[in-house]
């Protein structure tokens, strides 16, 4: 049976998620960027959470740590890479380690670059993704401690996942992501009509996120440092795909 999921938002732009298992009655929170918010999803669910998977160390996903623990009981997971830096830690996790949600499994990818040791978790079972600030709909995260190559491996692997996947983010920071794709990739038909759908959404009020896989993949420039359109308009068309993603990152912090 497929983990339920909740989404809603945190602070200003963050979002927080919830993953329930029904078969075993078990929660995850993934990342806590905000306890009252996290209080409310749980009430509104009915489901009590038994861990936190931390993605990384930023006081943005980690804030709530310890109110939660100390409410809750609950088990903190996270990189070990960044253990000293994570309050509440229990236990740390790197690329390839397997965690269960009661007979769900997780799959830990190690997916450095906005931090030297972000951690991305995969559901495959439930064909789910929580990527926090490696990857966003239509952006990736900013490259804090890591220089453009680490991050581009670190894409290349969530890229590679089931086109599918659905894939829960850190961050609504799509509409202006959205901006920026389209000025490094202005003929591409699906990110134009994404776009629009995006600025729709904003208006509303309502959540870009989740996305999936396969949609970042046809519209999420920091995945398309093979096409042949995005290659011509940046004046590199035979450059490594690694200096492409560089090239890309670097015109988005000047954007
Ligand atoms: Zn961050
Ligand atoms: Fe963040």
Same mark, same amino acid.
């Given at each position: 049976?497929?983990?339920?999921?909740?989404?809603?938002?945190?602070?200003?732009?963050?979002?927080?998620?919830?993953?329930?298992?029904?078969?075993?009655?078990?929660?995850?929170?993934?990342?806590?960027?905000?306890?009252?918010?996290?209080?409310?999803? #749980?009430?509104?669910?009915?489901?009590?959470?038994?861990? @936190?998977? $931390?993605?990384? &160390?930023? +006081?943005? %996903? /980690?804030?709530?740590?310890?109110?939660?623990?100390?409410?809750?009981?609950?088990?903190?997971?996270?990189?070990?890479?960044?253990?000293?830096?994570?309050?509440?830690?229990?236990?740390?996790?790197?690329?390839?380690?397997? #965690?269960?949600?009661?007979?769900?499994?997780?799959?830990? @990818?190690? $997916?450095?670059? &906005?931090? +030297?040791? %972000? /951690?991305?978790?995969?559901?495959?079972?439930?064909?789910?993704?929580?990527?926090?600030?490696?990857?966003?709909?239509?952006?990736?995260?900013?490259?804090?401690?890591?220089?453009?190559?680490?991050?581009?491996?670190?894409?290349?692997?969530?890229?590679?996942?089931?086109?599918?996947?659905?894939?829960?983010?850190? &961050?609504?920071?799509?509409?202006?992501?959205?901006?920026?794709?389209?000025?490094?990739?202005?003929?591409?038909?699906?990110?134009?009509?994404?776009?629009?759908?995006?600025?729709?959404?904003?208006?509303?009020?309502?959540?870009?996120?989740?996305?999936?896989?396969?949609?970042?993949?046809?519209?999420?420039?920091?995945?398309?440092?093979?096409?042949?359109?995005?290659?011509?308009?940046?004046?590199?068309?035979?450059?490594?795909?690694?200096?492409?993603?560089?090239?890309?990152?670097?015109?988005?912090?000047?954007?």
């Amino acid at each position: 049976m497929a983990v339920e999921i909740e989404q809603f938002m945190c602070r200003t732009d963050n979002f927080g998620v919830l993953v329930h298992d029904p078969a075993s009655g078990q929660t995850a929170i993934i990342d806590a960027p905000e306890e009252g918010p996290i209080l409310v999803a #749980l009430k509104r669910t009915g489901w009590t959470p038994t861990m @936190i998977l $931390t993605t990384h &160390h930023h +006081a943005d %996903h /980690v804030e709530a740590n310890l109110a939660l623990k100390e409410r809750f009981k609950l088990r903190i997971v996270g990189p070990e890479a960044e253990k000293a830096k994570i309050p509440g830690i229990d236990e740390t996790v790197e690329e390839g380690s397997v #965690l269960h949600l009661g007979d769900e499994r997780i799959e830990v @990818i190690a $997916t450095p670059g &906005h931090t +030297a040791g %972000h /951690v991305s978790y995969h559901l495959p079972g439930s064909k789910v993704a929580f990527t926090a600030d490696t990857l966003f709909a239509l952006g990736c995260g900013r490259l804090f401690e890591c220089k453009p190559p680490v991050m581009y491996e670190s894409l290349k692997k969530l890229a590679a996942l089931p086109a599918e996947t659905t894939v829960y983010c850190g &961050h609504e920071y799509t509409l202006a992501n959205a901006r920026f794709a389209l000025s490094v990739d202005p003929t591409n038909s699906a990110l134009r009509e994404r776009a629009a759908r995006i600025e729709a959404l904003r208006v509303e009020g309502k959540p870009t996120l989740p996305t999936t896989i396969g949609e970042e993949l046809s519209t999420n420039p920091f995945l398309r440092w093979h096409d042949p359109a995005i290659r011509k308009h940046l004046g590199m068309e035979k450059a490594g795909d690694a200096e492409v993603f560089a090239e890309i990152r670097k015109r988005k912090d000047n954007f």
